[in-house]
């Protein structure tokens, strides 16, 4: 059986796939570009680098591992005509991502930028307000693993947390859930709103300029989701009305950034580099969830982890 | 019955001590030197601007609030000879400390410094390779409300927690404890340490250069505590050796930190204003304190907050 790998693992991780699957054909390139996929049975992606074209010339392909959350890039009509399962690695993303999250926010209510900057200058100032996350307001928008887990770590920082899905049932670690439909309120309330939002019909371009006027102009946006929830203008514009207090983004319509772009010039908006699922730990998890589907599929059991539903993308 | 401040509360907690304590007399000095504490039977203090002297002449003197928690600078053996009651705040620092300590944490963990130096030259690095604090190891030196605090947080965050105290006594958020007799190994694990020490003379220069060499060198070392845990000498001499990866201090043995001192100038130790405290909270939660003990006194009751045993120091 063959196992196809458009991106190249370190050498641990390809020795314990080989030892632990003795039966299985594992070939690992450095992109699609060069691998040869066409008597592919599984293809492990990242999940952004295959076509329709590649879909339809594998005829025995008969499931895609994406080791990423997002899946966007993925070409679900012809996946769906051929009937073939996709997996993901949701899930592992939780940690780091949440992690990063809570550092933004305690960066934020710490200050921690304006005192280096203060080292810098060898000046001894006491007197900034430095802000306490407890008793403060998180919305987070996505209540999945990740969001859960943003939940979660605020809950222990003592915050008060509300969330919002789209079926507004209740979520362990929210103290409240909105839904799409009635978030206005809880916007308008919270001190730090997070999205965890993947890329879908529904949530491109959900954040519009209301929302962001409804928004404390105290409050933190930070954005670890995906970069179409809201257009640049709209962020640009909230950043220079000060409708918020600062933005962070770690996604964005076009990745790179381009260099030109407004948003690394503005002091009230923070850009990061899509990076806050990076961890050491990334494929390592990633492959514990391979490996366990690895061998559903070999014993033909249905157990699979993280099936993605291709009529919802996710 | 005469209560003096060497401080100046804010107009709303002035007013609601002089609304819900109509028998006592309240007054209010921006320091020491300009009040009229000699008919004081209650003195509310920071704790540094007390003398033998104003000790031995006021004659009604019965307790002493400090609205801090910090007490090396009071005048210990004057106020046992007259067996003045002594209180304090600890506990209010909790909250602001530990958060502090984490987002600090974070801050290594995920590289903000760094990623703020990409944003501004506006260079997409995704190569920064972000740590997470999930599975890392906690070292907390002081295991009382501050450092317990720290231990529940990192608990949160899925970090192994260690602490060191004198009794070797289980503490709650901590997966061990070990005494200063037995820490080496521990200091030998830990991924971060944290002190949050008080300055008593068993603490002073406890941690020598002997430590340092047995941490590891990714380790991070935390000093929230106070300044004379460690002499400078060994701080500079771990920092250029690379004893560790990264000094944070927030407290020095000379505040403030003069700009010509060389911690300032180091790339692995970062300088704050002895700030980490520091939060809108502090001072309500400070009268809550003494609200409870100025009834506790008048009732003649004997349920105290926060009572400082004169011989320990804290």
New interface residues.
Partial sequence: MEVVFSFFPPADLREQLINEFPDCHFQFYRKISEAEWKNAEVIVTYGEDLSEKIIHSSPRLRWIMVCSAGLEKMPFQAIKEKNILVTNAKGIHK??MA??T???M??H??R??E??D??KQ?????K????????KEVLVLGTGAIGSEIG??SK???MKTSGVNRSGKPVDYFDRIYTFQDWNIALGMADFIVSVLPSTPETRYLLRENHFQTMKDTAVFINIGRGDLVEDKVLLNAAKQNQVAHIYLDVFEK???P?EHEF?TLNNI??????SA????YLPRAFEILKHNLSTYITGRKDFWNVVDLDRGY
């Fill in positions: 940690i780091p992690e990063f809570l550092g933004l305690l960066q209510a710490k921690y930028p005192l280096a203060f080292e060898r000046v001894w100032n006491k900034l307000p430095l802000q306490e996350l407890a008793e979660r770590l222990a920082f003592r990745e790179p950034l260099p690394w923070t850009v990061t580099p899509h990076i990076m961890s050491k730990n």
